[in-house]
Nanobody, 128 residues
């Protein structure tokens, strides 16, 4: 059974950086796209990144483009989200998720309903 465990969250100052990790066990992620989502209190879950199984295609919304970078290490069965120039609006619980086989990261947006397996999330808090 697939398990996803996020880590790397924490409290960071405005403009700082964090690298989140999503470690998978129970299933090889080699052939799966992976998504990162975030949810702030009182707000809907938002997709912030997606990476294809081959790593050659990625998606970012405008809100994080140029600041966040997704990557994957299939040998470690782990996906990363490097977050730079953090803003107060980046404060949220960040979760990684795996869609069914065959899913390909779209160019316009990613929806949580397309993702079947989720980690428990890691809190990111950006302070002024």
């Amino acid at each position: 059974q697939l398990q996803l465990v996020e880590s790397g969250g924490g409290l960071v100052q405005l403009g700082g950086s964090l690298r989140l990790s999503c470690a998978a066990s129970g299933l090889s992620l080699d052939y799966y796209a992976i998504g990162w989502f975030r949810q702030a209190p009182g707000k809907e879950r938002e997709g912030v990144s997606c990476i294809a199984s081959t790593g050659d295609s990625t998606y970012y919304p405008d809100s994080v483009k140029g600041r966040f970078t997704i990557s994957r290490d299939n040998a470690k069965n782990t996906v990363y989200l490097q977050m730079n120039s953090l803003k107060s609006e980046d404060t949220a619980v960040y979760s990684c998720a795996v869609p069914p086989l065959g899913y390909y990261c779209p160019e316009d947006s990613i929806s949580p309903v397309d993702f079947a397996s989720w980690g428990q999330g890691t809190q990111v808090t950006v302070s002024a």
